[in-house]
């Protein structure tokens, strides 16, 4: 009996103990993920001040990490890339940068090609709600041709590992810094993790959040993280 009770308070302990890890984890991947988010999105602005042109963000919907990168379901916005533009076309600034697993940016209605979202919050989503201002385009692979300037032969880039599986909400930095969106609307962007259950998610945020939010008129990102 008393080893039972032993083994059964030590099943106790190493259960809270896992539980205590993975939230360690997941606060430093999102402590990780936003900071790489703030340092690109300065890049992006800075890069069009000093060049004197466009400097595109483009943020992707990509299949789950489980699922089939080629083919997958378009689900979650969890990848980043930046294109400086010219007359001329586009010119890849950064590399794609795909989040780690399980952070995500959290929804926004009318965010999704299919119309499916699993969280849905307006108001800690703003760049991701393409009905909320004309220049701020969803672009899906079958889509992608009709932007300007135009693109060689029409067609979506390939991204490494995706190919054209996946489609991208896109904004773009000034060449003064600031947004080509409307400055007198709030711009944000939050980070939380899937597994964090969202449900609801329309009338709180998880307790593991970072909310990035772009001032339109200024561009400069500030950060938000409880």
Known sequence: MELLVVVAIGIIIASLSITSYTKVVSSGLMTTTSQAVIGLLDQARQTAISRNSYVEV??????????????????????????????????????????????????????????????????????LNPSLDSSLGLRTPASWGTITPAIANNTAPSLPKYGTNYAAIVFRFTPKGSLNLDNTKQWFLTLISSTDNPTNSATYLPKNYATIQIDGFTGKPIYYRP
């Open 58 to 127: 483009r943020v992707y919907e990509l299949p789950t990490s489980s699922a089939s990168p080629t083919s997958g379901a378009l689900t979650q916005f969890r990848g980043m890339q930046t294109f400086l533009v010219t007359n001329s076309g586009y010119t890849q600034l950064t590399k794609l940068y795909v989040f780690p697993t399980p952070i995500i940016f959290q929804l926004s209605d009318n965010s999704t090609p299919s119309g499916t979202l699993t969280t849905s919050n307006t108001d800690h989503a703003t760049l």
